[in-house]
């Protein structure tokens, strides 16, 4: 049975991301370290690495999505923990990432739409984007067109590229969001 949180079209489909992605999960990663300012990192990790992350995010129950156009891998995504303290526990911090061949084909919102009806179905309840660089206008209007909103500017906290980046925060609300109390 197709799991209901994973929707396809005729280009990709979507399904839980496995071991066997890796590299291609790394590669496109690598680009955004290596090309970008999604993330701060300054030095690509390797394979290894990033299937301890995987690994990492899997067993605590998050959703690691890939889209998949055939065999390649166009992108992936995945929720995590927004902060390691308890109080936190029902916030989860997505990221997604789409290979440079596929962006704005609409890869990057199928992937966090799935990502966000799966962290709902977990019970989460508010969801942290935490986009660098107020230049990444493509981040920040994925994250709007989905019912995100502007929360906060974090100005010049990160260094790379030889110039200073901030650091956008936004935030949406998971199925009752703060309206209830959360169960536990």
Do not use: C
């Amino acid at each position: 049975m197709r799991d209901p949180f994973l929707p396809n079209d005729a280009a990709t489909t979507l399904a839980p991301a496995s071991i066997a992605h890796i590299p291609a999960i790394t590669a496109i990663y690598a680009e955004a370290v290596v090309h970008g300012t999604a993330s701060w990192e300054l030095d690509p990790p390797d394979a290894a690495e990033m299937a301890r992350r995987m690994a990492d995010v899997q067993g605590r129950g998050y959703p690691y999505l890939v889209a998949l156009a055939g065999a390649t891998v166009a992108g992936y995504a995945y929720a995590s923990a927004y902060r390691p303290r308890p109080g936190y526990r029902f916030t989860v911090e997505d990221s997604v990432y789409v290979a440079p061949g596929w962006q704005g084909q609409g890869i990057g919102r199928r992937l966090l739409a799935a990502v966000i009806d799966a962290t709902t179905a977990l019970g989460y309840r508010q969801m942290i984007a935490v986009i660098g660089d107020s230049a990444n206008t493509a981040s920040i209007a994925l994250h709007a067109s989905l019912g995100f909103s502007h929360a906060g500017l974090l100005r010049s906290v990160g260094f790379k590229h030889g110039r200073w980046l901030d650091g956008v925060l936004m935030q949406r609300s998971l199925g009752e969001g703060d309206a209830t109390l959360p169960a536990g």
